[in-house]
Each structure stands twice: as structure tokens, then as C-alpha cells.
């Protein structure tokens, strides 16, 4: 039997054996004796009874065993043309300071803090800093406008909000600020303590806001703060996530079961350990940024790249070659959107040729699914394995993968490979029965999911039931659906509900719709996930007029855009309005979206049986081919 297979099979039949070794990667304040807690299923809990604090084992650990001297960060922005290094002693002590700053405002265990954060060193320090008090962080993504902030600020009820005066994107500078006072004035009850690192290069700092705090002067006479033991199951972090409706989910994480998987991610999976230098191009804002910039490289003593700038424009389409050139990345993860992005601009990677990336050994992908086409195009160009790999918020790290250190396996383009130690993946039928392999149907994994994964939704243990687990007994619903061939290969092929995912963007077109739909022209309206060329899906809008409104399409076009962009946040990139006489609907009133996205997309659809009026989806039909 090969590794893979050996480990595999070890995680199904003795889980409490595999994931026990697993622990021991880690350290603890008191050692758990099992691994997995039932008692309550399907609720399941990871490492009862062990005790632990994931600031030290990112940090003060490698101090301790004499590391404290290598580099556990370097900041790279290509936006202010600065590189900054912290070595793990360096980030250590801003870590302990930063958490002393959040200690002498009185934020304890459990309490939630928003980080409203651009790519900046701060923002993995004040996660890093929240984590050592026991605090609960919640990061929000930077492309989010004030509304989204504050459903954020209401759900999580934070005691405190860490911010910047801003972001930079290529040719203009986010202004932070307004959108946090904004989100303050919209939540029902903000939090008193807001603090502000100043960046130099944007308009706005603490001082021009009553009580607020600059970073800079809390943390000139901060006291260090030690790590604080918390319990494996207490929550490390709450990331909100787009689901089907236009509330967020508050996917929740715990402490020992995300430091275990996580740093048995890094060496099985990724092959990186101690002293490698690794780099994800991502934001803090996704769960990407959240295990794989900031803790899993930290966890196991890697130097871990944080990379503020674009694939392409900052300056050109060598941006990523210089970044592994200069740091010797050994391997970079990224989303496929962004090598599209690269391959647009520099077909023929005439840029690469100027740098040096013999230090890459591989690439990466997530996020949205590996298209055959760039896989090939990323493969010839760089001569090293890309390798695919499917996740979520929801898990937090590899559902699928092709395991780099533990048995590199052929890649079949198309395809994350196989199923990850710990995740028993299955496709079934709308029956929840099992399909025969090469079959599309819903990918489910069966209960209990494994360490590192989502505890629950924030106070929302019903929403955690009926979106996850009520769909099929005892077996967590992905929302994705594809098949897994005879080789044991996974292959995802898409959401099969209302969430899209544009430039590797997790967005629910349900929040989209609400937002058009109060627009006072409108109706109704229907948002899709259309194919993209460079993004793989754009949101698409379709809106119905009310009776008598006299609107010319344009100006409600750059009406609704810039509703979306003020309420959403530039993230939703939603740019397409299409005004139609009615949407087709079934006769109990669904609007067929499915049906829609095809014709769309001009792919083959069927006329489904349940259709109300046949004409509206021919009308439709002609109404996009025209
Ligand atoms: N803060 C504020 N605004 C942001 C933002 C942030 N952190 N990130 C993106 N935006 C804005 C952009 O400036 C853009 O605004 P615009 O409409 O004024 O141009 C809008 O949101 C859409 O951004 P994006 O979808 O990223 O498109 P883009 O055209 O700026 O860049 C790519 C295209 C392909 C270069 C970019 O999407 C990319 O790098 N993708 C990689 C995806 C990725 O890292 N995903 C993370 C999950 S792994
Ligand atoms: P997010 O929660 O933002 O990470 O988005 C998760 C969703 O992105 C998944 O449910 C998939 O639909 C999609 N996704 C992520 N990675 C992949 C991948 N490698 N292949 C196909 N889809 C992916």
C-alpha cells in the first residue's frame, strides 16, 4: 500500500490513533487524550480536554527552540515599492505588544475583534495578537463597502474593531475610515475601542475620529501580553462567508483541531517545513489568506510571503516572478484567476525570462477550479507540477488534494486529485444513493469532518443543520457537485447552489438580488454566475421593470452598478444589467436559474417540465443569442 493509501485508510479506521500522532506536531499546555469528542453529534468536537495557545506555537515556540533569529515574515508591496522582514523574534514582540494593546482595553477570552485590514503586517499581527489573548478574530475582506462591514459587526458583536486608514488597488487608494465610521453608524450596537494604523500614503488617521486609537502611539508604551491556554474547542476565529441567502454564514473555528490540521497540511500536502520559504497571493480577508498566509507557514516555522499588489499592473506580468525570485519562494499558491491574468497579459511569459525562479519546485491553485487550459499553459511554463487543489471557508484546508510530501500522484488536468486523509468524499444522487464512478451528482463527505474544519455557524447552530447537514444523514453537504472517476480522481465541477465565484471571490448572487431588487425601477430581478474568461464566473443581473417606469436602460445600468458597489463593495464586480420583459419561472414561482445560466452561457439546456410559460424562456433565449 502507498502512503497515501496508508494514510487514508489509517484516518477512516483508526482516526483516534492517526489524528493523535498528528497532534503531537504541536505544542500543549495540557495534551489531549483523544482526539474526537461525538458525544453530541452531529456536532463533533476535536481534542477535548487539551489546552493550548496558537499565538505560541506560531511564534514563541520557534523562539524558545533557538529559530529566533530566521525570518517568519516578509512584506512585499508592490503598491509602496517597500520589502519589510521580521524575523520570529521581531514578530513575536509586536505580537505580544499588539495583544497587550487589545489586554489594556480589557478584551479577554471569547471576545470578538474585527480586523478591517488591507495586505499590511499589522493585520497578521493583530490576528496573531487576538489569538494570544484568547479573542476571537474576524477579519473582513477589504473589498467589502460599509453595509457588509456592519451585518459583519452585528452578527459577530466584536468589543473592539483593528483597521488601517486604507488599501491601495492600482490607481487609487481605499479609504478605510469613512466605511468603518459608516458600518458604526449602520450596526445596532459598534463597539466602543477602534484602532488605526496610519498609512502614510492615505488620507485618514485615528485622530480625526472622537476615542479613536492610532496604532503607532498605543503600541509606543504597549506591555507584552503572554499567551493565554485556551481550550482546543474554544473558537480562534469567525470568518463570514457568502451563502445562498444575503446574510453572511459566521463560519466558526477552533484553536487545537486548526493547529493540528494545519501543520499536518503543511508538511503532507505542501511539502514545506521549517525554514522554507512559501508564499500565498491572497488576502487575509479569504480563508486562504487566514491558513495560508498567516498560520500554517507560521505553525511550522516556515518564512511565509505577504504580497500586497495584483498578478498583473503592478507593474506588469512579472509581478509574481520577481516576488520568487527576490524571497526564493520554494513554492507559491494562488488562485487560477490570477495566472489567467498573467497568461493574458504575457502569453508568451516574456517576463519570466528576467527573473531567476529556480527556487520554485511548485505551484498551487485554489479557489475555483483548475481549467485544463491554464493548467497546461502554468505546467510548460514554469516546468514545475502545478497542482490543483479543492477547499472552502467551510474546511479551512484541503478537501482534495494531490499530497506533495506525503505521495505525489500523477495530475490528471481538471482534476484536485484525491480525496485528503480525514475526508471521506462521496457523490450521490438527489436520493443521497451513491452514483458509479465517472457519475456527476452532489459531492457530500461523510460525518465527522476532520480537525481544522468548521465547529459550527456563529449562534447559528439551526442555519448549521439545514445548510449543512440536513440535506443527506450524516454526511456534510459541500454545495459542490461533480464526480470522482475510477481512479479514485475527484473532479469538481461547480456550486450547485446561488454561489459564484468570480476571480476566486466567494459571492452569493442572493445578496447581489437584493440589492438590485430595491432599486425602485425594478420589479424583479435574477443574478447568475456567468462564465468568464479571465474571472470563470461574473455576476449576471436581469431585471424586470415595474409597470409604467420609464427608465433608459443605461442609466439603470450605472444605477444599479453603483448600488451594488456602495452596499457590496467593489468585489462584486458586477457590471451586467440586462432589462427583459419577464423571468421564466416554474409554476410554484422558482426562477429558473439553472436554465438561464445555460442559455446564458449558450450551453445545450432542456425546457424543464415544471416551466410556467414556455415563451418567456424562448423570448429569453432569442432576446441573449441576439
Ligand atoms: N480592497 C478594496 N477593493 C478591492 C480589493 C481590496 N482588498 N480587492 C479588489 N478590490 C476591487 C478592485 O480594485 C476592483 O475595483 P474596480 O472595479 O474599481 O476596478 C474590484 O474590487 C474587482 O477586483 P478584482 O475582481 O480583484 O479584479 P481586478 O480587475 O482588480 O483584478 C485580477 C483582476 C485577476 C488581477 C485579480 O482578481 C486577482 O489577482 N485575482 C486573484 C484572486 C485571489 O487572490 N483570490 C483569493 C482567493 S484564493
Ligand atoms: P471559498 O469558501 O471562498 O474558499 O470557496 C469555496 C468554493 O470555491 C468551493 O465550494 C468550490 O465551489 C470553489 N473551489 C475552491 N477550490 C476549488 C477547486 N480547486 N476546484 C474547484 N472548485 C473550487
Known sequence: MGQYSE??????????????????????????????????APFYRWFPG????????????HVAAGQGDRTALIWDSAMVGEVRRYTYAELLDEVSR??????????????????????????????????????????????????????????????????????????????????VAKAIELSADAPQTVIVKDRPEIAGSAADHDGWLDWDTAMADAQAADPVPVAATDPLYILYTSGTTGKPKGVVRDNGGHAVALTWS??????????DVWWTASDVGWVVG???????????????????????????????????????????FT??????????????????AKYDVS?????????ERLDPDTFTWASNTLGVPVVDHWWQTETGWAIAANLRGLEPMPIKAGSPTVPVPGYAVGVVDAEGKPVSAGEEGSIVIELPLPPGTLAGLWRDEDRYRKSYLAAFDGYYLTGDSGYVDEDGYVFVLGRSDDVI?????????????????????????????????LKGQRPSGYVVLKSGVDIEADTLRSELVAKVREEIGAVATFRDVTVVPALPKTRSGKILRKTMRQIADHEEYTVPSTIEDPDVLTALAEQLKG
Not at 527556487?359 to 479557489?367: D, E, V
Not at 442572493?510 to 432599486?519: C, P, R
Request: aromatic share 8%; proline share 5%; with cysteine.
Open 335 to 352: 488562485a487560477p484567476t490570477a495566472i489567467r491574468a498573467v497568461r493574458k497579459a504575457d502569453p508568451n511569459a516574456e517576463e519570466l
Open 501 to 533: 465565484n468570480v476571480a476566486g471571490h466567494r459571492l452569493s448572487t442572493g445578496s447581489i438580488e437584493a440589492v438590485v431588487a430595491s432599486h425602485p425601477a425594478v420589479a424583479e430581478c435574477a443574478v447568475i454566475g456567468i462564465h468568464d474568461d
Open 98 to 179: 499588539f495583544a497587550g494593546v487589545l489586554a489594556a482595553r480589557g478584551i479577554t477570552s471569547g471576545d470578538r475583534v474585527v480586523i478591517y485590514m488591507p495586505m499590511i503586517p499589522e493585520a497578521a499581527i493583530a490576528m496573531l495578537a487576538c489569538a494570544r489573548i484568547g479573542a476571537v478574530h474576524s477579519v473582513v475582506f477589504g473589498g467589502f463597502a460599509a453595509p457588509e462591514l456592519a451585518t459583519r459587526i452585528d452578527d459577530a458583536e466584536p468589543v473592539a474593531i483593528v483597521t488601517a486608514s486604507g488599501g491601495l488597488e492600482p490607481g487609487r487608494a481605499v479609504e478605510y475610515l469613512p466605511m
Open 290 to 332: 487566514h491558513s495560508y498566509i498567516v498560520y500554517a507557514p507560521l505553525l511550522v516555522g516556515a518564512t511565509t510571503v505577504m504580497y500586497e499588489g495584483k498578478p498583473v499592473g503592478t507593474p506588469d506580468a512579472g509581478a509574481f516572478w520577481r516576488v520568487i525570485s527576490d524571497h526564493g519562494v520554494k513554492a507559491l
Open 50 to 61: 487539551g489546552e493550548l495557545n496558537t499565538s505560541y506555537n506560531a511564534l514563541d515556540r
Open 7 to 40: 494514510a487514508f485508510t489509517q484516518a477512516v479506521d483508526d482516526r483516534e490513533g492517526f489524528w493523535l500522532e498528528a497532534a503531537k506536531a504541536v505544542d500543549w499546555t495540557t495534551e489531549p487524550t483523544r482526539a474526537l469528542d461525538d458525544s453530541a
Open 266 to 275: 503543511m508538511k503532507n500536502i505542501y511539502d514545506i517545513s521549517a525554514g
Open 359 to 367: 527556487s520554485l519546485q511548485t505551484l498551487f491553485a485554489a479557489g
